[in-house]
């Protein structure tokens, strides 16, 4: 998920496998018989102490990969940082979490797990908040 302030987006360096070290969007695996947006909000708590309602979640896009030999559909949303509620804070997953602009995003292109779905919303951002699918 991105968390939008306005022309930054909130990034996550990841503490755990995979990618140890990686910049990120918040995100991870829904449990079962969770619904995408519901395990999206409860991602987002557990990786930045951020509350969202599932309900302010706009889809951004969705994404088909293979990882470790299992097949992965990722379903990307997006949020104004002003519908989350708390304070950003790393939690135990994450060793560090803060808003990056884009050409910050871009210093760390690299480092980050994600790259093209944070650009994505700063897309998203820039077109009024219609929804963008990659696919």
Do not use: C
């Amino acid at each position: 998920m991105v968390v939008r302030d306005r022309n930054k987006a909130l990034l996550i360096k990841r503490a755990i496998p995979p990618d140890v070290g990686a910049w990120a969007s918040p995100g991870g695996a829904l449990e079962p018989d969770e619904p995408p947006a519901l395990g999206a909000a409860r991602e987002l708590r557990e990786e930045t102490n951020l509350e969202v309602d599932p309900a302010a979640l706009t889809l951004l896009d969705t994404r088909h990969s293979s990882l470790n030999e299992k097949y992965v559909l990722s379903i990307g949303y997006v949020v104004d940082y002003s519908h989350t509620d708390g304070d950003v804070a790393a939690a135990s997953e994450v060793s560090d979490a803060r808003f990056f602009t884009l050409p910050e995003a871009q210093e760390i292109r690299d480092q980050m797990r994600d790259y093209t779905r944070v650009v994505n919303s700063f897309e998203h951002w820039k077109k009024g908040n219609q929804t963008v699918v990659l696919g």
